[in-house]
Nanobody, 119 residues
Framework: QVQLVESGGGLVQPGGSLRLSCAASGSFVSITAMAWYRQVPGKQRELVAQATSGGITKYVDGVKGRFAISTDNAKNTVYLQMNSLKPEDTAVYYC?????????????WGQGTQVTVSS
């Protein structure tokens, strides 16, 4: 059983910062990639940022230069540092991880954490 537990969401004013954390636990051999997605009501969940075990990162255009994804492999944790937040960043943010279990790769989701950017 694999669990992804997010923390760090909340209410912040425009221009402010938040740091999201997602810790993975359970029986897996390794993590090949971790990512952050977000979703607003009525819209599809969208990829915000991704980091592979090889150190490759990618970001959706709207957050480049403002958000930074990082990982702590020893803690099986991924972070999302969000700076210069805008009201349009308001969403539920979900952690996603690709884990190797046995010889197969599986994807897992966290429960989500609300980020609200408002004055």
């Amino acid at each position: 059983q694999v669990q992804l537990v997010e923390s760090g969401g909340g209410l912040v004013q425009p221009g402010g910062s938040l740091r999201l954390s997602c810790a993975a636990s359970g029986s897996f051999v390794s993590i090949t990639a971790m990512a952050w997605y977000r979703q607003v009501p009525g819209k599809q969940r969208e990829l915000v940022a991704q980091a592979t075990s090889g150190g490759i990162t990618k970001y959706v255009d709207g957050v480049k230069g403002r958000f930074a994804i990082s990982t702590d492999n020893a803690k099986n944790t991924v972070y999302l540092q969000m700076n210069s937040l805008k009201p349009e960043d308001t969403a539920v943010y979900y952690c996603y991880g690709n884990m190797i279990i046995g010889r197969l790769e599986y994807g897992y989701w966290g429960q989500g954490t609300q980020v609200t950017v408002s004055s």
